[in-house]
């Protein structure tokens, strides 16, 4: 399945039905009254987090949703039906997003979530509404309310535990293959990662997802390489592991080009939880890997201890690894026990459940 994680479609509740001008005619009947019914009301527009979707493919096809539109009411005081809803069913870590493709109007970030984007049109009142015992034979009766429409961007974060970064042939893959049953692209030329992957990955009885994400180099925050906005889908993450190239001539410069987008990047991700890993340590001379280690050290400002030796192709430091990306998404885990409602103009709160 083709993966795409963002859309533009186009919204549109239903309008409510008119209220119907009738009179009750019977024989024997001489002043039956007046007996119109109310219109319908328009459908409303849903959204639905669902489990088993992990992209927006269905909306490439299918752009623009409109829900039904309300009956009109009828004689004998029979109201119209409303008209029928429109739920749109997305994927975990779904953004609504304003056509501006910056405000965020709705946030789904867990299955089961669910909350009316639009609200249909009310029906109008039917002749019937309007009796009164000065007015008992009103011929006036309300059309009913149009509905909303808009245009918005649909964003998917991928939810997961743990983020991959690094420059292209770091060996992110290749780690990810060695840690879960994922089973993404691997070869020798850069980008060979061209969307985001997931994996499963399971250490002394414990799971966490980490996501595959492809790689970033000089100058990615303005559209070089595959730009960055596949670092969208590390906002969501409870760590960044960044893995860096232990057979590069400078690991330090690859650090530092890393550290630099994620911070021209915005959005938190240069303060979130990192572990770096210096990655193909099974290719370095132990006195070659010795002084890279320490250069890293000091141009990330940490210890040399704190920096990880592992090789994804041999497994050589992969658990010790695993266990420390653990730590950061053990305390996440507890912070993020509240589910916070969306933020939706006109949306009430009793469409939204958690």
Same mark, same amino acid.
Request: with cysteine; hydrophobic share 40%.
């Given at each position: 399945?083709?993966?795409?994680? $963002? !859309? ?5 509740? #239903?309008?409510? *039905? ?6 009750? %005619?019977? /024989?024997? =009947? ?105 007015? $008992? !034979? ?5 059309? #009913?309310?149009? *509905? ?6 649909? %964003?998917? /974060?991928? =939810? ?116 770096? *890993? ?77």
């Amino acid at each position: 399945m083709k993966f795409l994680d $963002q !859309a533009k479609i186009y919204l549109r509740s #239903g309008n409510g *039905g008119g209220g119907a001008v009738s009179f009750h %005619r019977e /024989k024997f =009947i001489e002043f039956g009254g007046p007996d119109g019914g109310d219109g319908g009301r328009g459908g409303d527009v849903w959204f639905e987090c669902v489990d088993g979707l992990n992209t927006l493919i269905d909306y490439r096809y299918q752009q623009h949703f409109k829900a039904g539109t309300g009956t009109h009411g009828m004689g004998r005081n029979r109201s119209g039906p409303n008209g029928a809803d429109v739920v749109l069913r997305v994927p975990a870590g779904t953004q609504i997003m304003d056509e501006d493709g910056e405000t965020v109007l709705a946030d789904l970030p867990k299955v089961g979530m669910r909350v009316r984007f639009l609200k249909g049109g009310n029906g109008g009142f039917g002749n019937a509404y309007f009796k009164s015992s000065v007015n $008992q !034979a009103p011929r006036r009766a309300n059309p #009913g309310l149009d *509905g909303q429409e808009r245009w918005v961007w649909l %964003r998917l /974060k991928l =939810i997961a535990d743990a983020g991959l970064v690094g420059l292209p042939n770091a060996g992110k893959s290749t780690f990810l293959a060695r840690v879960s049953r994922a089973k993404p692209k691997i070869a020798d030329y850069p980008f060979t990662t061209l969307v985001p992957q997931l994996g499963v990955v399971g250490i002394d009885t414990e799971e966490f997802v980490m996501a595959d994400l492809p790689g970033l180099i000089a100058g990615a925050h303005e559209g070089a390489g595959l730009g960055d906005r596949f670092l969208g889908h590390v906002e969501r993450t409870n760590v960044v592991l960044h893995l860096i190239d232990g057979t590069a001539e400078d690991p330090s410069a690859a650090y530092r080009t890393i550290r630099r987008e994620l911070k021209l990047y915005g959005h938190g991700l240069a303060e979130k939880p990192e572990v770096i *890993g210096l990655n193909k340590a099974d290719a370095i001379p132990p006195a070659e890997l010795k002084t890279k280690l320490a250069k890293l050290a000091r141009t990330a400002r940490c210890r040399q201890g704190q920096i990880m030796v592992l090789s994804g192709a041999t497994g050589l430091g992969v658990d010790e690894v695993l266990r420390t990306l653990l730590h950061p998404i053990h305390a996440r885990r507890a912070a993020d026990a509240a589910v916070l409602a969306p933020n939706v103009p006109g949306a009430e709160a009793e469409g939204w459940r958690p």
